[in-house]
């Protein structure tokens, strides 16, 4: 980015045209964006780290997204506590399986987006809107996905239209997928989505919903070697975000810590996990 002689950025820095920060960068900047890097020939996914499961889950007037901390490099444990749940605006959260370093990059080039656009149009977009945003941020790192760095984000937010929540999955070439109360994506999905579909109910609270993602975490971690349970022996649990009408929060970690541990507790009783409600 350089300056005239006068020291003032060029007149399209300032006024940029269209809503979209990702237009924007395109025409000024475009090796930034994801997928326009060239990475040379082969199959890298076993080189760099990768993300593993994450869970999300709806409750009365709100939903609940929840990662775990491990990220791995083919047999490798590459970092026991990795973030992988973040705010994406006040409204909505999003995370991420898979690559991490371009996860990461996503959701900040995802903020940003959605940052530009409020500040331009002096509003924010529509839950679906946001969650077409992402569609074509994933859609631009085709080509990494193609050389093995594949990005799978779950994203989730409050809508005001139903005064709930909504949760939206992708696959690799950014197609986009609205999920009826409960999805989780990653190496232990199909784990998790089972211990979800065991415990999950449409009136489960707002703390009783984090406990649901919990278990399927746990529940994920006891069959899928990629993916971090609780690490009690360090205390590091997963990242819990919540987003209802008061916007986004990260439930703190002395409250995580209080239903990993009544979780735990029970795991001891009956190490396969909490029984299905009833049928009758």
């Not at 992402?134 to 005001?160: C, E, H, K, W």
């Not at 989505?193 to 529940?219: P, W």
């Not at 975000?241 to 541990?261: H, I, N, Q, S």
Request: hydrophobic share 40%.
């Amino acid at each position: 980015m350089t300056s005239d002689a006068s020291g003032r950025l060029p007149e399209a820095f300032l006024t940029p045209g269209g809503s979209s920060f990702m237009d924007f960068l395109a025409g000024h900047a475009p090796d930034l964006l994801p997928g326009r890097r060239s990475l040379g020939q082969g199959d890298l996914s076993s080189e760099v780290p990768h993300g593993t499961t994450i869970v999300a889950a709806t409750f009365p007037g709100g939903v609940i997204m929840a990662g775990d901390r491990r990220a791995t490099m083919g047999n490798i444990i590459a970092q026991r506590d990795i973030e992988k749940v973040f705010p994406a605006d006040e409204y909505s959260a999003v995370a991420f399986a898979g690559s991490a370093g371009f996860g990461i990059e996503m959701v900040r080039l995802f903020q940003v987006e959605l940052e530009h656009y409020e500040k331009l149009e002096g509003a924010t977009l529509s839950l679906d809107g946001k969650a077409n945003r992402l569609s074509a941020l994933i859609r631009g790192n085709l080509p990494m996905a193609m050389q093995g760095l594949t990005v799978v984000p779950l994203f989730a937010g409050y809508d005001p239209d139903i005064k709930g929540g909504r949760i939206f999955s992708y696959d690799p070439t950014g197609g986009r997928y609205e999920e009826t109360h409960f999805y989780s994506v990653g190496s232990g999905s199909l784990f998790a989505r089972g211990a979800l579909k065991k415990l999950y109910r449409e009136d489960l609270s707002e703390t009783d919903c984090a406990t649901v993602a919990i278990q399927s975490l746990i529940d994920a971690a006891d069959d899928d070697s990629a993916t971090g349970g609780p690490d009690m022996l360090r205390r590091i649990f997963p990242v819990i975000g919540v987003v209802t009408v008061d916007g986004y929060r990260r439930l703190p970690e002395d409250e995580v810590a209080a239903l990993v541990d009544a979780a735990w507790a029970q795991r001891h009783e009956r190490p396969d996990g909490p029984a299905a409600a009833s049928l009758t």
